[in-house]
């Protein structure tokens, strides 16, 4: 009862976060309202039968997009739970924006409170939650693959001190299926953090402890392995590395994003160090944590710049990013200094870091400016949602500006073309032509797209400038049916992540052996 109450009480000090997700309609964002559109188009696909998501038909003028192929499609399989429920499209980025920010205040308090007494878990939980940081991604960028992925890790963390195979191996999936670029950076934490478990584990453990790290992180790999193979494989058709996204000497972090209460944490732990309250053989998490969040803060900021010119910026994109390291190992840092201090000190040091975080939160806690659009006009949008159309394929010279007239042409003759389906994932039609022509599907071509005319396979001709599909049909009747599916390594991908999932069900549920002490 004590937990479930102390629980109740960290949802409640979650609610200033997320106030402002209560008000009418959506709010000014950088990628917010983007994340929308792809949402609705990634809706009207699912519904349409493709799965795994990957080609956003409805996108780019209609003539189609791959982005679910690249992009974290974490955040929409979620949000289709609120969508069927029967929420809108716009409400269910909320309701996922609204559980990332309430499940990380959570997730970081349970995680903490197996190390720490409930008061410094509850600090170092708030610090997390409310650092400028988190504040700032959900309410001036909008990023809410990002925000999930701040909810995730600290779940995964929790899970790990739990010794939880099934949750450990479902958590690390979730994270790289949450944000390409945040699963890079914390997954190597997640690994360090294993490998400490090992290197402390007494020697009768440690072979169970390797186990453990192999499995669930492998298995963790392979449920998500439907996403990030084919995303890694197909890259190459795309024009991404061509393109750059972000000038990323623009995006160092400032003082007032990195936050007071950062910053003292950081201070208050080195202090500790110096009197010797904090021992290096003794306290060896708490030196990996200080660590990984004084090298994630020196990368967030200018004076990194020089190393920038060797980092995979045009992954990254953002120094900031780094921020989201920080905050993670400031939670735990402010959780274990306080824990170190005698009660009296303890709640002034908290009283001097909640305030510090309430001045630094103030200025991001909310949006600058709220609208209603509505539903509609994010589920008829049809951009690509992506910065500089980087997922483009490399042979689209001619990118589209307007949507077509009809979804099939008749590029040279005026035979009348009967479409019988137009799907997000199928366009069938049927035309009697006198002469041989070339039929043009107003669908940019992508590996997936198949041709079948007359119950046999045809050829795709994508080498015109729009890089379209377009289709040699001969004399007479043509019945034809375009249709996206899945290549062999994408088929080897589902493979994969359903028989990772299952081999997880099954060790799961083995039974567990009971020790009889005679």
């Not at 990030?228 to 400032?254: E, G, H, K, N, R």
């Not at 995979?312 to 402010?334: D, E, G, K, M, Y």
């Not at 002034?348 to 991001?364: D, E, P, R, T």
């Amino acid at each position: 009862m004590k937990k479930l109450l102390l629980i109740l009480l960290v949802i409640i000090l979650a609610l200033p976060s997320i106030t402002a997700l209560f008000h009418q309609g959506f709010f000014q964002s950088d990628d917010g309202e983007w994340m929308i559109i792809r949402f609705s188009a990634f809706h009207q696909t699912l519904r349409a039968g493709e799965f795994p998501v990957r080609f956003l038909s409805r996108l780019n003028y209609e003539y189609g997009y791959p982005v679910a192929n690249f992009l974290y499609p974490g955040f929409m399989y979620l949000a289709e739970v609120p969508k069927i429920l029967g929420f809108g499209f716009v409400n269910s980025i909320k309701i996922i924006f609204g559980l990332s920010m309430a499940g990380s205040l959570i997730f970081v308090y349970l995680w903490l409170s197996k190390f720490f007494d409930k008061f410094s878990s509850i600090a170092g939980a708030l610090l997390y939650l409310y650092a400028p940081y988190h504040l700032y991604d959900i309410y001036k960028r909008g990023s809410v693959g990002e925000v999930l992925a701040l909810a995730i890790i600290p779940f995964i963390l929790w899970q790990i001190e739990r010794k939880n195979i099934f949750w450990t191996s479902i958590g690390i999936a979730l994270l790289i299926l949450s944000h390409n670029t945040l699963a890079v950076l914390f997954l190597p934490v997640v690994i360090l953090y294993m490998l400490l478990d090992i290197l402390i584990a007494k020697k009768s453990q440690k072979l169970s402890t390797i186990y453990y790290l192999l499995f669930t992180v492998f298995s963790g790999l392979g449920i998500s392995s439907f996403f990030w193979i084919p995303a890694l494989a197909d890259l190459q058709y795309t024009v991404f590395s061509q393109t750059v996204v972000s000038s990323w000497s623009s995006y160092f972090a400032d003082t007032s994003l990195i936050g007071l209460s950062i910053i003292f944490v950081f201070l208050l732990t080195i202090i500790l160090f110096l009197t010797k309250k904090i021992a290096i053989a003794k306290h060896r998490l708490t030196i990996l944590f200080f660590i990984i969040g004084i090298l994630s803060l020196f990368f967030s900021v200018e004076l990194s710049k020089p190393l920038w010119n060797f980092l995979p910026v045009s992954f990254i994109q953002f120094p900031f990013r780094f921020l989201s390291l920080t905050i993670l190992c400031a939670a735990f840092l402010a959780a274990m200094s306080l824990s170190l201090l005698a009660k009296n000190l303890k709640i002034i040091m908290a009283v001097i870091l909640l305030l510090l975080l309430g001045f630094s939160a103030k200025q991001f806690i909310s949006p600058s400016l709220f609208f209603d659009k509505g539903d509609l006009f994010y589920a008829t949008n049809e951009g690509t949602t992506t910065v500089r159309n980087e997922y483009m394929p490399k042979w689209v010279k001619a990118p589209p500006s307007l949507r077509p007239n009809a979804k099939v042409e008749n590029l040279n003759g005026k035979e009348k073309i009967n479409t019988t389906i137009v799907s997000p994932k199928q366009i069938s039609f049927d035309v009697y032509l006198p002469v041989s022509r070339v039929i043009q599907v107003n669908t940019v071509y992508f590996p997936g797209w198949m041709a079948v005319v007359n119950g046999e396979k045809a050829d795709i001709d994508y080498s015109n400038q729009q890089g379209l599909i377009r289709l040699n049909l001969t004399k007479g009747q043509n019945n034809v049916s375009v249709a996206f599916k899945e290549t062999p390594i994408r088929l080897a991908s589902d493979f994969i992540s359903l028989l990772s999932f299952c081999l997880l069900i099954l060790i799961s549920l083995r039974p567990k052996k009971i020790v009889v002490v005679t």
